[in-house]
């Protein structure tokens, strides 16, 4: 298969990380014979510092011209510690998921068996845990109205959720419960939030049409408590776009980093492969950040496209590593092996 893959690494450890992954998605193509050409392009706060936009209309014209878009990840601390700046990294990001229409974020947590005691969570809480976390991406209070009154006292944000919106990614995550083990978890905060009682009215209207998946409503607060009281009794969940920001990322300690945990953004143009991290900017430059959230991206990428074997393959081969202990420091303190050191690894151990 020809693909052409447009490369945003973006900030802080996005460059190590996404070329761990070019690495391996390499590997793959030359054990399976598939001709991948890359198109790398500007995002975040390296993109303001070139060309003063961190989404420029060039990036957009090569993730649009591309089979699919490898992401870093954005961040910079210079903007994060200046409130009042105003051009932020994370307007490209936030600006790339609503061009390209990337309505739906998928995060798979799943526990690995080698890293079981690599959890804070105790092990017969968090062995087998096996969830979907469905996040809507282009909704909700990261794109309502925002501003500050003119004596700079008040600040707003406004949530919104039309309708569409939620129907489109409520349908998805019926469609992911019915192959997965049929439940679904709808996860709000409808005793407080007009937005929140429109999920569920629609989901409500929705259930008569998916009579085989057991459906059940948690409001958020309740859900960040059971996610990590008891994980394994989610399947699919899914929910507006903050809530699943925060809650995958809580959903992380289940596997025993934040580095482990990958994802694809879908919807109505290409698709979006990234890590669920930041740009850790503490550890940019250091060869030490965990890759393996992007590379388990390039795998949900080539599965995307059918290459289910490749896909699979990524999967043994870091399921091998973190067997073997060739781990970052974020998982091993003891024994820790660089970021392209587990890249390198991975990559060698694909082509045999
Ligand atoms: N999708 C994106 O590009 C995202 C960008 N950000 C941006 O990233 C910057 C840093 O944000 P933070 O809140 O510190 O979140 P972060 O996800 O970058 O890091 C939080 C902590 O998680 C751990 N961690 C994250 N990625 C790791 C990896 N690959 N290997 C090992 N450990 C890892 C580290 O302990 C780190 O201190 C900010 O500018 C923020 O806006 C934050 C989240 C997502
Ligand atoms: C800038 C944020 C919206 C990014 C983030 O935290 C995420 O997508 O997980
Ligand atoms: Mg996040």
Not at 107 to 129: C, H, M, N, Q, Y
Not at 173 to 196: E, G, H, Q
Request: aromatic share 8%; hydrophobic share 40%.
């Amino acid at each position: 298969m020809k693909l052409n893959i447009a490369v945003l690494a973006g900030d802080g450890i996005g460059p190590e990380i996404v070329a761990q992954a070019q690495k391996v998605i390499n590997a793959v193509a030359t054990k399976f014979n598939h001709e991948i050409s890359y198109t790398p392009a500007l995002v975040g706060a390296t993109a303001i510092d070139q060309v003063g936009d961190p989404y420029p209309e060039a990036t957009h014209q090569i993730c649009m011209d591309s089979d699919a878009v490898l992401f870093g990840a954005i961040g910079d601390p210079k903007f994060d510690n200046d409130p009042k700046a105003k051009v932020r990294p994370e307007q490209g990001l936030l600006a790339m998921r609503k061009k390209l229409g990337l309505y739906a974020n998928i995060r798979p947590v799943a526990t690995f068996p080698s890293l079981l005691d690599k959890s804070p969570l105790r092990k017969d809480i968090v062995e087998g845990a096996d969830l979907l976390v469905v996040r809507e991406l282009t909704g909700g209070i990261y794109f309502g109205e925002k501003g500050r009154s003119e004596d700079l006292k008040k600040a707003f944000d406004t949530c919104t959720y039309t309708t569409d919106e939620i129907e489109r990614i409520l349908k998805l995550a019926f469609a992911y419960a019915a192959k997965r083990n049929k439940r679904l978890t709808i996860v709000d905060k409808a005793n407080v939030l007009a937005t929140s009682r429109l999920w569920r009215e629609t989901a409500q209207a929705m259930e008569p049409d998916y009579k085989d998946i057991e459906v059940d409503y948690m409001f958020v607060d309740n859900a960040a408590m059971q996610l990590i009281q008891w994980p394994k009794k989610f399947d699919v969940m899914v929910t507006e776009n903050m809530f699943g920001d925060i809650l995958s990322d809580e959903a992380s300690v289940i596997t025993g980093s934040l580095g482990l945990l990958p994802s694809a953004s879908v919807g109505v143009h290409t698709s979006v492969f990234e890590p669920i991290h930041g740009s850790y900017p503490q550890a940019a430059g250091k060869n030490i950040a965990n890759p393996v959230a992007t590379v388990l991206s390039a795998a949900m990428l080539l599965e995307s496209f059918d290459l289910l074997e490749e896909a699979e393959l990524i999967r043994q081969a870091v399921n091998k590593s973190l067997e073997q202990g060739i781990v970052t420091e974020d998982i091993s303190k003891e024994k820790p092996y660089k970021t392209s050191q587990v890249g390198d690894w991975l990559a060698s151990y694909i082509t045999g």
